[in-house]
């Protein structure tokens, strides 16, 4: 063998190597089944399922919001934490902060209401609450859930601590496809005193492939009881792509339909079981 000859096959050895270690990684993934982690950040809907019995589902997202006439609120982490105490129960734990708190909920995080012209401000709330998943779907009966939740704040000019509910249900069509579908309610705080927020909202998600799902949701916030109240609808489109088994990025945007709502905003986060 030559000497030229043997600097190829050395040359090649490296190559080689680093070829064997990118099988190896991937080899898990190609031979892993995904299944969705059907974390609640995805969309402004939830999901209709609680976490794993036994396992912790963490969601973390950064959301900007186009304040129309007002500074961008910046939010973030919008932590939750949702722990599998049971078949049907989970604890749910979260954080999350707002600068520049517009008031446009775009997210399942429950703010107040600043007043009309506010240039700034912040907002920070601990989240706690529970999930039970309901019913199963059978034919025409749906999959749903119920969250029940409560958002206390830790900064801020607002302190009363607001209650919430939500019940979402749906139901898987063919080809995997699913349209989920919920009403969720809260009772906030603003400068003129206590008022009532509805929240309606609508998904159809769409599976692309195993670990590739889009989405088109339509939600919208309903405020009763302010001298002043708004119309906040939203529409847009949002997607996921699952790295792993158990980890997903996604990000999802949408565009104010009135006035009232922000002009636009853009999600992106990710969701990570153990």
């Not at 012209?117 to 999959?143: C, F, H, I, M, S």
């Not at 005193?193 to 929240?199: A, E, I, L, P, T």
Request: glycine share 10%; proline share 6%.
């Amino acid at each position: 063998m030559t000497a030229g000859a043997k600097y190829t096959l050395r040359s090649r050895r490296p190559a080689a190597v680093i070829a064997l270690a990118w099988i190896a990684c991937l080899a898990p993934l190609v031979a892993a089944e995904f299944q969705e982690l059907d974390t609640d950040r995805d969309a402004f809907t939830p999901a209709t399922t609680t976490a794993l019995a036994g396992t912790v589902l963490t969601e973390a997202s950064y959301v900007w919001i186009d304040n129309r006439g007002q500074p961008a609120t910046n939010s973030f982490p919008e932590l939750l934490v949702r722990i599998g105490a049971r078949e049907r129960l989970e604890w749910r734990f979260g954080f999350n902060y707002e600068q520049n708190s517009g008031g446009s909920v775009v997210a399942a995080v429950e703010v107040g209401e600043p007043p009309r012209g506010d240039t700034g401000g912040e907002e920070a709330n601990l989240l706690y609450g529970v999930k039970v998943r309901v019913t199963d779907q059978a034919g025409w009966l749906p999959r749903s859930a119920a969250i029940v939740e409560a958002f206390t704040p830790v900064a801020g000019d607002i302190w009363g601590t607001e209650p919430s509910a939500t019940y979402a249900f749906g139901w898987e069509l063919p080809a995997e496809w699913r349209f989920d579908t919920a009403i969720r309610y809260a009772r906030a705080e603003s400068a003129e005193g206590w008022f009532d927020r509805w929240m309606p909202s609508t998904v159809l998600r769409i599976p692309v492939t195993e670990r590739l799902e889009v989405h088109a949701e339509w939600f919208g916030s309903w405020t009763q009881g302010l001298a002043d109240d708004t119309v906040q609808p939203f529409a847009g489109p949002g997607t996921h792509f699952m790295l792993t088994p158990t980890f997903e990025i996604g990000c999802r945007m949408g565009w104010g339909l009135t006035r009232d709502a922000a002009g636009y905003f853009v999600d992106t986060g990710i969701g990570w079981r153990f």
